[in-house]
């Protein structure tokens, strides 16, 4: 749930399958860009700090473009979203 307070979302995502062996899975989650945007006006309450919020969507483009990877489990609500990626080669 961290990658929404990442300021660099595609290197912390390079990072990820860096260090995931053949085989291994990544998952990323990240809240829900509609609870992040309502909750920012509210300050104290979770998602008020997530100041860089990244859509599955975009994540999901992002990886198929730049890795060799198996989607295993794609799930969305308003509150938070998660993606797992089997990695299908070794660096």
């Known amino acids: 749930m961290m990658i929404d307070d990442c ?3 595609q290197k912390l995502v390079h990072e990820l399958f860096r260090c ?3 085989n291994g ?3 990323i989650s990240g809240h829900g860009i509609d ?3 309502e909750l920012s006006k509210m300050p104290g309450l979770l998602g008020a700090s997530h100041k860089n919020p990244v859509s599955p969507s975009t994540l999901d483009k992002y990886v198929a ?3 060799n990877t198996e989607e295993i489990k794609r799930w969305k609500n308003n ?3 998660l993606r ?3 990695k299908l080669y070794s660096d």
Do not use: C, Q, R, S
């Open 25 to 27: 899975v990544v998952m």
């Open 79 to 81: 509150h938070a979203w």
């Open 35 to 37: 609870l992040v945007g």
């Open 65 to 67: 473009a730049n890795f």
């Open 7 to 9: 300021l660099n979302h």
């Open 84 to 86: 797992i990626y089997k």
């Open 20 to 22: 995931t062996k053949k």
